[in-house]
């Protein structure tokens, strides 16, 4: 599916403030997912870009099956990525300045009026640092806000039944390179990964990438249409 961009398009960026406000009083753009991921080496064979190109496409694709409840208002596409910096290209946030920003990209959610808050996460890094402040967004701004990296919507038996390593989600290994060579084929260097320690990509086919994304979007959709309706609830700890 294709964003028709314009007043109708699912990014926030796209409209103009008159078209946000217009939308919000019919209705619309409920959910504000917050794609943040990551830029880093991805081995010999894999684009740097990949876990923020692979990030906002699901959040888009995510937000095309529900216009026109899901606005997608992408924060970073850099992340904590300190222990990648060997090799260089990589881009990495300080642990507290990304979470810093984070936070004030959810505030800027919540101030906005969205009733439902989602961080999609594309890059494994970020997750124990959010995690370890999460309870204290719920506690902060008492909203219904999730924190879900993409690959969580996919059953892993799933998931490995499509992959001949079994080793999934992995980084930049054959799961990673399934979806690139299904969605961002240009990202792909095949006759790479004999430089590299690593060969278990080699394994990977753009027909298994599309299996598991079709069943990601899927099972994605259903978590946010979920979301939006009501059926599930973000968890607010108790205060002491
Ligand atoms: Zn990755």
Known sequence: MQDVGGSKSVWVGKLTRREFRERRLQGELSVCLIPVAATEQHLEHLAMEHDYRSCLYVAEQIALRLTPHVAVAPLMHVGISEHHMKHPGTLTASPGSWIGVVWDGVRSAVEAGFDHVIVLNG??????????????????????????????????????ACLKTGRFPGHAQE??????????????????????????????????????????????????????????????????
């Open 175 to 240: 799961f990673e390179t399934a979806i690139a060579m299904a969605i961002f084929p240009e990202n792909v260097r095949m006759e790479a990964i004999s430089d590299q320690l690593d060969q278990e990509p080699r394994v990977a086919t753009a027909e298994a990438g599309q299996k598991i994304l079709d069943h990601l979007l899927e099972k994605g959709g259903q978590f946010v249409d979920s979301v939006r309706r009501n059926e599930i609830k973000a968890e607010i700890p108790p205060f002491h």
């Open 123 to 160: 890059h494994g890094g970020n997750i124990s640092p959010l995690e370890g402040v999460w309870s204290q967004f719920l506690q902060r701004y008492e909203a219904n806000l999730f924190f879900k990296s993409y690959w969580e919507f996919v059953d892993p038996d799933f998931a490995n």
